[in-house]
């Protein structure tokens, strides 16, 4: 079997409540340490985003990957409208990770290029029970509601860049239209479905989630549409 049909035997899974709902606790735990370490130099908020936050929380069954998370960390803006410099926010944010995971059974923090990320091993049996990606945000102050930024690291220049990122225009409102109408197990099934028929590897979690909204959403919105025609 050649690299490319590897996609075929991916088959995720729910993970239950009770097994990722004492981590995403422990994970919160880390991040609180690390605003603690970091509040002399700046503050900042968290907020748990994409499928994690809606309890829809995935891994390949039998794999050996786990499950993951991933948060937006919020920073609050310096006075005097000004910026903060990105190496000095990622650079300090690895520090504080750092620190707060060692000689935890965390793996020392990874410094990708949208997120820092952290993993937790099981050593004996060769696999990551979970991990979680954060990433540096900050909304800017003028008055656009309709993107924030982010810090990014270029690996290949080693240099930290703030790039900008559109939100997920009206996906709030679109999953409590779907909760109100109860559609969560139809959300539900085909977030799970898309991930099993994904074949871009380099398609994020986040991305499909967003793409099991708008299914849902679109079908059963339109097909309430038609039968409002007929009064």
Not at 19 to 29: A, D, T
């Amino acid at each position: 079997m050649n690299g490319k049909d590897i996609w075929y035997i991916k088959m995720y899974e729910y993970v239950p409540r009770e097994e990722y709902q004492p981590v995403r606790l422990q994970l919160e735990s880390i991040i609180n340490k690390v605003q603690d370490l970091v509040r002399d130099k700046f503050t900042f908020q968290y907020q748990l985003i994409g499928s994690g936050g809606h309890h829809l929380i995935t891994r390949i069954a039998g794999g050996n990957q786990g499950f993951d998370f991933d948060y937006n960390l919020i920073i609050n803006n310096p006075e005097d409208s000004q910026i903060w410099n990105p190496d000095y926010i990622r650079i300090t944010f690895i520090n504080a990770f750092r620190e707060v995971v060692r000689g935890t059974r965390y793996s020392d923090p990874n410094d990708k290029t949208p997120v820092i990320q952290i993993k937790f091993i099981d050593q004996d049996n060769s696999r990551i029970v979970h991990s979680c990606d954060f990433a540096m945000i900050y909304y800017p102050n003028d008055g656009d509601s309709h993107y924030y930024k982010y810090a990014k690291h270029n690996k290949y220049t080693n240099q930290y860049t703030w790039e900008e990122r559109s939100l997920s225009k009206y996906a709030d409102g679109k999953v409590e239209w779907i909760k109100d109408n109860k559609l969560w197990d139809k959300l539900a099934e085909e977030y799970l479905k898309i991930k099993n028929n994904n074949k871009d590897e380099n398609k994020h979690s986040f991305s499909l989630y967003l793409e099991a909204i708008n299914n849902i959403f679109n079908y059963y919105f339109e097909e309430e549409d038609e039968d409002d025609d007929w009064d």
